[in-house]
């Protein structure tokens, strides 16, 4: 083949042209590197401003849970008292039963020298409040599941500027999707469907019932039943199950807003002499989940590392309280990210007949070692995940001469043990766009009963506005 041959005009264009996109990249790279600096500078200036505590101070850490008969509860105070130890601060947990706890708490834990306050599933109605006493206060708030459209951290002052809320659209559409293709695969189409609480934790609630639809379009075949509310717990699962089989019997397959609801229902099921253990799914992976599909009575469940997502607020506020680190309004709402488990082989295989194995955000971790080396830690006098929550804070890593891991030291390939912050994915792109998504979530499918057919979740599906995102990427 001839050699091409540049005459000198040629020659001469090619190489401006190269030289522009040279001089194009350098700029980029040097614009970000503007904007990077630009955003450390803020955030080092806001956490100077607002801080409440010296580097190396011991002080108060509180947190007050929703309730404790939930093993994501009982893991996430675990967890926080170990990341409080491990930074060398004091914590004290409480159990709130209403809003007046919640108040009444607050104050308390504020008098006994709380630096920092975290919530766990409290009524959003009351937040408002709570920032309030926190900003007079200068103690930093942090919250799990504690947004809505409407109510949202930076909202109301300086001192609440986290939440920590997964996507659990994400969270809901594999398992769902692994559930539906193998009870597609056995002629099976109704789904005895249970729904969380219309009063706590309400965004989890729609954004779940948000991946069932998505889950759903996918095979239009199911009948998806039942929704009765099983109110994050055990015991409201088995209630929510009898009354629904109150109204028919003959279900084929169960899906449960998380773990300890869908454990509930099947237990319930059973007593009915209902035996459809492998064609049940959810969301969480609790400790009895994961020994139940190790056993075959359980198909799959998608987690978000629950000891890693409980205990990270609390290196996070401790960098906030000393001055270190505050964040921007596209990082105050985050979201870990997640793991698909199942039984060996059977989860990939289902997966990839679904033509879900190639998705970006699916990955799939190991049941077994996950269940033998950290979630039995929950049963122990003395739990000790695998997590060293100190890696995690920008100042003990300085004050320790530690390394920085986001990962908190994580054992490999147990799971994600990673979060992201939803308002800088493609997916939405803003902090309004997420306000605006999260709010017609909660609008459409807070309630998910108006629908027992594909034909009629796609006639209701006509009301959705543009800001409503329901395809399942998350990238």
Same mark, same amino acid.
């Given at each position: 083949?001839?050699?091409?041959?540049?005459?000198?005009?040629?020659?001469?264009?090619?190489?401006?042209?190269?030289?522009?996109?040279? %001089?194009?990249?350098?700029?980029?790279?040097?614009?970000?590197?503007?904007?990077?600096?630009? #955003?450390?500078?803020?955030?080092?200036?806001?956490?100077?401003?607002?801080?409440?505590?010296?580097?190396?101070?011991?002080?108060?850490?509180?947190?007050?849970?929703?309730?404790?008969?939930?093993?994501?509860?009982?893991?996430?105070?675990?967890?926080?008292?170990?990341?409080?130890?491990?930074?060398?601060?004091?914590?004290?947990?409480?159990?709130?039963?209403?809003?007046?706890?919640?108040?009444?708490?607050?104050?308390?834990?504020?008098?006994?020298?709380?630096?920092?306050?975290?919530?766990?599933?409290?009524?959003?109605?009351?937040? &408002?409040?709570?920032?309030?006493?926190?900003?007079?206060?200068?103690?930093?708030?942090?919250?799990?599941?504690?947004?809505?459209?409407?109510?949202?951290?930076?909202?109301?002052?300086?001192?609440?500027?986290?939440?920590?809320?997964?996507?659990?659209?994400?969270?809901?559409?594999?398992?769902?999707?692994?559930?539906?293709?193998?009870?597609?695969?056995?002629?099976?189409?109704?789904?005895?469907?249970?729904?969380?609480?219309?009063?706590?934790?309400?965004?989890?609630? =729609?954004?779940?019932?948000?991946?069932?639809?998505?889950?759903?379009?996918?095979?239009?075949?199911?009948?998806?039943?039942?929704?009765?509310?099983?109110?994050?717990?055990?015991?409201?699962?088995?209630? #929510?199950? @009898? #009354?629904?089989?109150?109204?028919?019997?003959?279900? @084929?397959?169960?899906?449960?807003?998380?773990?300890?609801?869908?454990?509930?229902?099947?237990?319930? %099921?059973?007593?009915?002499?209902?035996?459809?253990? &492998?064609?049940? =799914?959810?969301?969480?992976?609790?400790?009895?989940?994961?020994?139940?599909?190790?056993?075959?009575?359980?198909?799959?469940?998608?987690?978000?590392?629950?000891?890693?997502?409980?205990?990270?607020?609390?290196?996070?506020?401790?960098? !906030?309280?000393?001055?270190?680190?505050?964040?921007?309004?596209?990082? !105050?709402?985050?979201?870990?990210?997640?793991?698909?488990?199942?039984?060996?082989? @059977?989860?990939?295989?289902?997966?990839?007949?679904?033509?879900?194995?190639?998705?970006?955000?699916?990955?799939?971790?190991?049941?077994?070692?996950?269940?033998?080396?950290?979630?039995?830690?929950?049963?122990?006098?003395?739990?000790?995940? &695998?997590?060293?929550?100190?890696?995690?804070?920008?100042?003990?890593?300085?004050?320790?001469?530690?390394?920085?891991?986001?990962?908190?030291?994580?054992?490999?390939?147990?799971?994600?043990?990673?979060?992201?912050?939803?308002?800088?994915?493609?997916?939405?792109?803003?902090? @309004?766009?997420?306000?605006?998504?999260?709010?017609?979530?909660?609008?459409?499918?807070?309630?998910?009963?108006?629908?027992?057919?594909?034909?009629?979740?796609?006639?209701?599906?006509?009301?959705?506005? &543009?800001?409503?995102?329901?395809?399942?990427?998350?990238?």
């Amino acid at each position: 083949m001839p050699k091409l041959r540049l005459r000198g005009t040629s020659r001469k264009i090619v190489i401006s042209v190269i030289l522009v996109l040279i %001089l194009s990249f350098i700029g980029t790279v040097a614009i970000a590197q503007q904007s990077t600096d630009e #955003a450390e500078e803020l955030r080092r200036e806001l956490a100077q401003k607002y801080k409440n505590a010296e580097p190396g101070e011991s002080f108060l850490v509180g947190h007050m849970t929703f309730h404790l008969s939930q093993e994501y509860s009982m893991m996430v105070y675990q967890s926080i008292e170990q990341a409080c130890k491990q930074l060398g601060l004091q914590s004290k947990g409480i159990l709130a039963q209403s809003d007046a706890d919640w108040i009444q708490q607050t104050q308390s834990l504020i008098a006994a020298g709380a630096k920092a306050i975290i919530y766990n599933c409290p009524n959003v109605s009351i937040i &408002p409040e709570l920032a309030k006493i926190c900003n007079e206060n200068k103690v930093f708030m942090a919250t799990y599941f504690g947004i809505t459209g409407e109510v949202y951290p930076g909202d109301f002052g300086p001192y609440w500027v986290i939440d920590n809320t997964p996507l659990a659209d994400e969270q809901t559409f594999f398992p769902l999707v692994i559930l539906l293709q193998k009870m597609r695969e056995n002629d099976r189409t109704k789904l005895l469907h249970i729904q969380a609480s219309k009063t706590n934790a309400t965004i989890s609630t =729609a954004l779940i019932n948000l991946g069932v639809y998505q889950a759903w379009k996918l095979y239009p075949e199911m009948q998806v039943l039942g929704h009765q509310y099983g109110e994050w717990n055990y015991e409201g699962g088995r209630k #929510a199950a @009898e #009354a629904a089989l109150a109204i028919r019997q003959d279900y @084929e397959g169960l899906w449960g807003a998380n773990d300890s609801v869908t454990m509930g229902a099947l237990r319930a %099921l059973e007593d009915r002499g209902l035996q459809i253990g &492998p064609f049940t =799914a959810s969301r969480d992976m609790e400790m009895t989940t994961a020994e139940e599909i190790l056993r075959g009575n359980f198909l799959v469940t998608c987690g978000f590392d629950i000891p890693y997502y409980g205990g990270r607020l609390v290196p996070m506020l401790y960098d !906030m309280c000393v001055g270190e680190w505050y964040p921007l309004p596209e990082e !105050m709402f985050q979201a870990p990210e997640l793991s698909v488990y199942g039984r060996p082989g @059977e989860v990939e295989q289902l997966a990839e007949a679904a033509g879900i194995a190639d998705h970006p955000n699916f990955y799939v971790a190991p049941t077994e070692e996950n269940l033998n080396k950290i979630l039995k830690q929950m049963k122990e006098r003395e739990p000790n995940y &695998p997590y060293d929550f100190r890696l995690m804070s920008i100042s003990k890593c300085k004050e320790l001469g530690l390394e920085y891991d986001r990962h908190a030291g994580s054992p490999a390939g147990l799971g994600r043990h990673n979060y992201y912050f939803p308002a800088q994915i493609d997916k939405f792109g803003s902090v @309004e766009d997420v306000r605006e998504h999260v709010a017609a979530t909660i609008e459409h499918f807070l309630d998910f009963s108006w629908a027992d057919t594909w034909e009629e979740a796609e006639e209701y599906s006509k009301n959705f506005p &543009p800001e409503l995102k329901v395809e399942p990427v998350w990238e």
